[in-house]
């Protein structure tokens, strides 16, 4: 069965205070890994795809890797307006064309100042 | 460009009474639309997929009946909780893609609270 977990489930730093969450997943055939933020009483909001092991994107402080078997979400030097809800999600191959994703639990990341 | 909007943005109703939730995309034609369910510190949860034009595909444990999906335009997909009871409050969430096929981008809404008395 395809699934998804992360790791911490949740997070607290100081201002500054560099770290990584983990995105974990079992899939049949990887299409492409999605890393996405969402606010409370939000939708998500896209940050990066990932397509193939050993791929990394950055985004001003976030940057995403990717291997075969898990993603990271390094954030540098956070600040408080990077607190919120960080999800995971996976676009597995089912037999056919489908743009279906699979999510995890999150990471609530709370950064203080 | 690739907005999605969602009315209401929340939605108070009494046990029993049926409430539908709009998404639409606004700025491109949506072939496929997604409704997700979210409970608190929970992850999204995939209800069903829709096509323009066609029956959506639920996901396993998703009664049909209930929760009724309608894609009657590119623009708009309508979810109708039908004879709603407490344990339907959640957040909704819907998303639009210009095609089904896995190199389609969903764009999600910002989410419905639905709360059932």
């Known amino acids: 069965e395809d699934q998804v977990t992360q790791s911490p489930e949740a997070l607290r730093l100081q201002e500054g205070e560099s770290s990584s969450l983990n995105c974990s997943y079992t899939?049949?055939?990887?299409?492409?890994l999605f890393w996405y933020r969402q606010d409370p009483g939000k939708g998500p909001e896209f940050l990066f795809t990932l397509y193939s092991a050993g791929e990394e994107k950055e985004k001003e402080r976030l940057k995403a890797t990717l291997t075969k078997k898990e993603s990271f979400l390094h954030i540098t030097a956070p600040k408080p307006e990077d607190s919120a809800t960080y999800l995971c999600?996976?676009?597995?191959?089912?037999?056919?064309?489908?743009?279906?994703?699979?999510f995890g639990t999150g990471t609530l990341l709370a950064v203080q100042p | 460009g690739a907005v999605v909007s969602q009315h209401p943005s929340r939605v108070i109703c009494k046990s029993g009474t049926s409430v539908k939730i709009e998404c639409r995309s606004l700025d491109f034609q949506a072939t496929t639309m997604f409704w997700y369910r979210q409970f608190p510190k929970k992850s999204l949860m995939l209800m069903a997929t829709s096509n323009e034009g066609s029956k959506a595909t639920y996901e396993q444990g998703v009664e049909k009946d209930k929760f009724l999906i309608n894609h009657a335009s590119l623009t708009l997909s309508t979810l109708t909780v039908t004879s709603a009871h407490p344990e339907d409050s959640s957040f909704y969430i819907c998303s639009a893609s210009r095609g089904g096929g896995w190199e389609n981008e969903q764009f999600f809404g910002p989410g419905t609270r639905l709360t059932v008395l």
């Open positions: 899939v049949s055939g990887l299409r492409g």
């Open positions: 999600a996976v676009q597995a191959r089912y037999g056919g064309a489908t743009n279906k994703l699979i």
